[in-house]
């Protein structure tokens, strides 16, 4: 049984009034390299027949000896100078050593006592209030093989089959704190650092993919008590989503179970998303004992200050810098601002517009900007599952339905329509906007004969209008837009029912 009904919300509501969540996370993200972490393997294997990335050094074979990828080591101390880390002098590779088909080496080159970086901490939004949370290390390591897991149709029989493409591609391992409160926080806390690797272009965060994913410990402890619970670990998670799904899930298993006076077991649990709960995988009295000692084929790395100085000087614009600067050169609301960079595809979207908006326009439309890619444009790639930069609307097509708007050429009821039409056809503004006949009609003398047509229409509202009730002219305006389809620009209109009633008074 999943949590739902009312026995969910009642332990929802428990535990957020009795009992204090303590979640701590583990996130792995690939490094987005050419090669792989410790050879020459490209590391991209997206559409790669399987098996088809693999060298001595991925398999350890004999006689093979790896050499570290410089490009993930700036990886890592770029996202330890953006968690506001330590980044090591000294720090040094280790082999951990456990048996599991995924590993065919028989150990995973990773880093134990001497990770890259350690401390700092991680803030995201939640509720008008910034939420801090700290950062244990950000260490450097290898991924595993992929395994698949079949079923023979013949004999019913399960087998497993093993690719290594993704063997050796350079993994990084953040672990923070166990500060996080709720279910909720830990989702923000994740996609504030996934839109963090994504901006400094180190990761591409993709969890329904696999190449961003997350392990969670939580325990609860009653309010007030300064005590740890027993930690249960939670895994299988594929999407923030599942993150809050399975964190909610399994507080409320652990709340009843305290509520219930039985003891919480500490075990790895795997989230099952089709059944919508937490399942046993292995109690923690079987866990491994990895056996760390430091990887004899690698030499300890030393990192320079100079080099970590001209890492830093060249790090790209974090989302936090970004935001800030949205609010103060566009004057964009806080929460604008925030929508914009929760994704670099989003942000370069949004300066784009400003780039095709032309000189000295920006601040003038940013605003509009902003309110078409968050409510409009977002809707639109939200029902159609569309990614911005996938789109058939560009920013210049933005740029210029906007313009159409401020010139008075178009109304914001047409400007919908227009920019729907945009995102079906990926036609420009103008053309569309001539091809629906949507352009407004500005022209008084024009409107005039419709403004006439609605008077005679309804004599009651110039009645009305006499008796000093000026409801009736904006229904006389109404009216008009209705006779015009909405075409006509209702100021114009305004001003000549304005100036048709009092000729009539
Ligand atoms: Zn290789």
Redesign the pocket.
């Known amino acids: 049984m999943g949590v739902s009904g009312s026995r969910g919300h009642c332990y929802t509501w428990r535990v957020m009034t009795e009992y204090e969540p303590v979640i701590g996370l583990e996130v792995h993200a690939q490094i987005r390299t050419r090669s792989?972490m410790f050879?020459?393997?490209p590391a991209d294997y997206h559409d790669a027949p399987p098996n088809s990335h693999?060298?001595p050094?991925?398999l350890a074979l004999p006689g093979s000896l790896p050499v570290i990828n410089r490009e993930a080591v700036r990886a890592v101390i770029m996202t330890g100078l953006a968690l506001r880390a330590t980044i090591a002098e000294h720090t040094k590779f280790d082999r951990k050593n456990y048996t599991y088909p995924d590993l065919m080496k028989g150990y995973q080159i990773s880093q134990y006592d001497l990770p890259i970086c350690t401390g700092g901490y991680l803030e995201f939004d939640l509720d008008g209030q910034t939420k801090r949370v700290g950062i244990t290390r950000v260490h450097l390591e290898e991924d595993v093989a992929k395994l698949f897991h079949r079923i023979d149709p013949a004999t019913g029989e399960p087998y497993s089959l093993v690719d290594v493409n993704r063997s050796?591609v350079p993994l990084m391992e953040m672990v923070g704190e166990p500060d996080i409160r709720s279910a909720e926080e830990a989702r923000q806390y994740l996609m504030k650092y996934r839109a963090i690797l994504q901006f400094l272009g180190v990761s591409e965060g993709n969890m329904e993919e696999g190449n961003f994913r997350c392990d969670a410990n939580v325990s609860i402890r009653p309010k007030g008590s300064r005590e740890y619970g027993t930690k249960v670990e939670v895994k299988n998670m594929n999407s923030f989503r599942a993150v809050y799904r399975a964190l909610q899930f399994e507080l409320e298993r652990q709340a009843r179970l305290l509520d219930g006076g039985k003891r919480v077991a500490q075990e790895t649990r795997g989230w099952v998303e089709e059944r919508g709960e937490t399942v046993s995988m292995r109690s923690k009295e079987h866990a491994h004992d990895y056996r760390y000692f430091p990887e004899p084929d690698l030499p300890p790395l030393h990192i320079s200050r100079a080099w970590v100085s001209e890492i830093a000087e060249r790090t790209p614009e974090l989302p936090d810098e970004k935001r800030a600067r949205y609010v103060t050169h566009y004057g964009l609301s806080a929460y604008d601002a925030a929508m914009l960079t929760l994704a670099p595809a989003t942000a370069r979207f949004f300066e784009g517009v400003l780039e095709a908006g032309g000189d000295g326009r920006a601040a003038a439309i940013a605003k509009p900007a902003a309110n078409w890619i968050i409510t409009e444009f977002g809707r639109l790639l939200n029902d159609t599952r569309t990614q911005i930069e996938e789109s058939n609307v560009k920013p210049a097509h933005l740029a210029e339905l906007i313009g159409l708007i401020e010139q008075n050429v178009i109304g914001t009821a047409q400007a919908k329509t227009a920019f729907e039409e945009m995102f079906r056809s990926g036609k420009t503004a103008k053309a569309v906007v001539d091809e629906l006949g949507l352009r407004q009609i500005t022209d008084s003398g024009a409107l005039a004969d419709s403004v006439r047509q609605a008077i005679a229409q309804y004599p009651q509202a110039v009645d009305d209008f006499r008796k000093g009730k000026d409801a009736a002219s904006k229904f006389l305006v109404g009216q008009v837009m209705k006779l015009t389809k909405g075409k006509a620009n209702p100021t114009v209109v305004a001003q000549v029912v304005k100036e048709q009633l009092e000729a009539l008074r």
């Open positions: 792989k050879c020459g393997c693999v060298c050094v991925c050796g």
